[in-house]
């Protein structure tokens, strides 16, 4: 719902890309909380019709595949341990339950706000195990290296961490090379960039031609990403435009990086939607092998199992429009989700659900 306040606003928006659009353009914008915010603020419905916003796989939660949830569910549901992880993931449905449904039947997971707050339950109940449960991509992967530096330098025995973090750029890549996208221009996110700066992006416009811009996440930041992008289409011009550079430093942040590159090695990962994807893992170090609560609990990989019915990879890829999943808003409802995007808060079918009509669309 727009409110009327913005809405002289948006129309001159609205104007102003309607004069430019001169094409019909498809734009992705690549990051969860950017789908909330335009979703928020009602900003697809003043786009003019030719150009199409589609979701991309910004969310961390979503473009977890099913066997590494059900794997860390098997963890959680054995009891060996205690569990600490963000409240986003509490209600994420793996094959047997989610990590709500294990609590409520007895099994010990905490909701933490941050990893340190997961070392800190390590070091005051020595005799536990705890094991936080990493998932996220550049811009909370550094949290989880700090954590993991501290256990080390404290010789902290009770914390692991079971590793599931991301790399945006290689998902990037895989969307430029599938055929069937056919995307003009992404709308890049500002946290991560924030992190990695504009460098990993530029591959895009040299190698495939097609340019972005990070942005912020008010309604604004996001309507001028969009005019510029339509600029750059129109020039024929592709480039990467950091328009968020009161966050975005050129280089990103380096202290994080260092961290990153202490902890971590790039690692293969599998991706919900994307499938595996060369280099876009997060796996911890030889030396700090001890801290990875998979080889530490031995747990092996669960069998790949697809949610029956659920197209939340289609949704991730941009493919498809969560509104035309048949589940949406029938058996799948942010009060009872089938999918993760439904459960996410940054979940593209969870957007679509309470900002874009999807509410109304169900009943
Ligand atoms: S509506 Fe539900 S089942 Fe359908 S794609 Fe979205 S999360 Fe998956």
């Given at each position: 719902m727009i409110e009327d306040g913005k809405r002289k606003y948006f129309r001159l928006f609205r104007d102003e890309l309607e004069r430019i659009a001169v094409r019909p353009v498809r734009l992705m914008e690549v990051c969860g909380t950017h789908t909330m915010a335009i979703g928020r603020a009602g900003l697809r419905q003043v786009l003019p019709p030719q150009i199409s916003l589609v979701s991309g796989p910004g969310c961390p939660v979503c473009v977890t595949a099913d066997a590494d949830i059900d794997s860390f569910l098997g963890l959680a549901k054995e009891r060996r341990v205690t569990v600490a992880t963000f409240g986003d993931m509490m209600r994420v449905p793996g094959n047997e339950g989610s990590l709500a449904d294990f609590r409520a039947a007895g099994a010990d997971i905490r909701v933490v706000y941050s990893p340190l707050e997961a070392l800190e339950l390590a070091r005051s109940n020595p005799g536990q195990e705890i094991v936080f449960l990493g998932i996220g991509f550049e811009t909370s992967a550094p949290g989880t290296a700090q954590a993991i530096i501290r256990a080390g330098r404290e010789g902290l025995k009770n914390f692991s961490v079971y590793n599931l973090h991301k790399t945006v750029p290689q998902a990037l890549q895989v969307l430029l090379d599938d055929p069937g996208q056919a995307l003009d221009a992404f709308i890049l996110p500002g946290h991560v960039s924030a992190i990695i700066?504009?460098?990993?992006?530029?591959?895009?416009?040299?190698?495939?031609g097609v340019g972005g811009a990070i942005a912020g996440f008010e309604p604004t930041d996001i309507l001028a990403a969009i005019a510029r992008l339509v600029k750059d289409i129109n020039s024929g011009c592709p480039r990467i435009t950091n328009l968020y550079g009161q966050v975005v430093r050129p280089g990103g942040n380096t202290a994080a990086q260092q961290i990153l590159a202490e902890t971590f090695e790039p690692c293969d990962a599998d991706w919900r939607g994307l499938g595996m994807i060369p280099g876009s893992g997060l796996k911890l170090r030889p030396r700090y092998a001890g801290f990875d609560a998979a080889l530490k609990f031995g747990v092996s990989r669960a069998p790949a199992k697809v949610r029956a019915g659920c197209r939340c990879g289609e949704v991730l890829k941009g493919i498809l429009r969560p509104v035309a999943c048949p589940l949406f808003g029938r058996t799948c409802t942010p009060e009872h989700p089938v999918g993760p995007c439904m459960v996410s808060s940054e979940g593209t079918c969870a957007a679509y659900y309470l900002y874009e009509g999807g509410k109304a669309h169900a009943s």
């Open positions: 700066g504009e460098a990993p992006y530029r591959f895009m416009p040299e190698k495939y």
